[in-house]
């Protein structure tokens, strides 16, 4: 439990990935028959009025090839391992009811890789392609060794040496972090860091029978960084994040300007960011705490310490993003090695679990202007006179 006199210090940030694309995480497809008795939903369309479908060869022993429903003629068309045309009323649909990320991946020669989580149209043996043709794509099969994308169009066989392979990958989540829990010895080494980087003191004491009144007037230049990391693959679907984190100090009151801010971001092993801030920070403060006594709360910084912590985090669809149910969302959290034991559903959707790790960075952080003193993240009640 840390002093009572110790009072929040919150640090809001939002950070999204420098580049949102997939997550890398395999998302499963389903291949629904043809003459099921509702209306089928969630088609993958690869081009104009034709619908990604397969047919089967051998009821006896089921083999596929995948080609494309033609939406107007309700028939579904292939090409069979003899290059020959196939058309069945038989046949079954690709469907994404999971809003799975869905990308046509370009293959323009034989020595291309068959990407990663590309769309099976049978178990190891062929794969969900298409092709431009005649002013629109037709959807076909490529074998595993690829090398050719076989489609049928109007009784004929075509084949593709350059064609698109589908891939299938989870939606991208949104992170917010709030209520970081930090040992009370690890909140010491921070503060005492933060007085001789920020104020450059180095003896101010905070003990009950000692006050310090002190005048400052800075400008400076912070280059910032923090990181966030885990010992899990548990960030390879966060494509941003909301950080809300409070650090507790008894400590003084000020007033902070930000002049410049120009910031960019990296991934790492869990989230990253780097910014240079420019600074003025101009404040007249007492030092000093006891049991009865509350100050507001100051500037912050500290180096990388590995700081270990515990915060509540609230997963759901990134920004941007078509909705996810909340068991769709702890798949991909169980996918990416979280504990289910610590899941929770929340009424707007999101699921709540536990994050771990490590905290290292440089951070500059200011007090915020709040009347609400006994909220759920803990504002200081010193804050709500600060002028911002």
């Known amino acids: 439990m840390l002093p009572k006199s110790y009072i929040s210090l919150l640090l809001v940030t939002t950070i999204v990935k420098s580049c949102l694309g997939g997550t890398g995480l395999s998302c499963k497809l389903e291949w629904v028959p043809s003459g099921s008795s509702e209306r089928i939903k969630h088609t993958v369309f690869p081009g104009v009025e034709n619908i990604v479908a397969r047919i089967g060869i051998d009821p006896q022993q089921p083999t596929y090839h995948g080609g494309y429903l033609s939406v107007l003629e309700g028939m579904a068309y292939a090409v069979d391992d003899q290059e020959n045309t196939i058309e069945s009323e038989t046949y079954s649909v690709l469907t994404n009811p999971l809003n799975c990320t869905l990308e046509w991946i370009p293959i323009s ?21 298409r092709a431009a043709f005649d002013g629109t794509y037709k959807s076909g099969w490529t074998p595993a060794d690829h090398g050719f994308l076989y489609a049928a169009m109007d009784g004929r066989v075509l084949k ?197 790790g490590q905290l290292n960075g440089r951070l500059f952080l200011r007090t915020s202007l709040k009347t609400h003193n006994n909220g759920p993240d803990g504002y200081g009640p010193c804050d709500r006179h600060l002028i911002p």
């Not at 020669?109 to 794969?127: F, H, L, R």
């Not at 921070?190 to 104020?199: G, H, M, P, V």
């Open 109 to 129: 020669s034989d020595t291309d890789p068959i990407p990663p989580n590309a769309v099976e149209v049978d178990v190891g043996d062929s794969y969900v392609g």
């Open 160 to 356: 593709f040496s350059k064609y698109e392979i589908l891939t299938s990958e989870q939606p991208s989540l949104h992170l917010s972090l709030t209520k970081f829990d930090f040992s009370p010895a690890d909140l010491e080494a921070i503060e005492r860091n933060t007085k001789s980087e920020l104020f450059s003191v180095d003896d101010i004491t905070t003990a009950s029978s000692h006050r310090v009144n002190y005048s400052l007037i800075r400008e400076a230049v912070i280059d910032e960084h923090f990181e966030i990391k885990e010992d899990i693959y548990g960030w390879a679907a966060v494509s941003s994040l909301d950080m809300h984190m409070i650090f507790w100090y008894g400590s003084p009151s000020l007033r902070v300007k930000d002049l410049e801010v120009n910031m960019h971001h990296a991934m790492v092993v869990g989230i990253r960011t780097e910014r240079e801030r420019h600074v003025k920070i101009s404040a007249t403060f007492e030092i000093g705490s006891s049991d009865t006594n509350i100050y507001c709360s100051y500037a912050t910084i500290h180096e990388d310490m590995d700081i270990p912590f515990i915060a509540r985090g609230v997963f759901g669809p990134a920004r941007g993003q078509n909705w996810i149910s909340q068991e769709h969302i702890k798949e991909i959290l169980i996918q990416t090695g979280r504990d289910e034991t610590t899941f929770s559903n929340l009424p707007d959707g999101t699921v709540q679990t536990v994050v771990e």
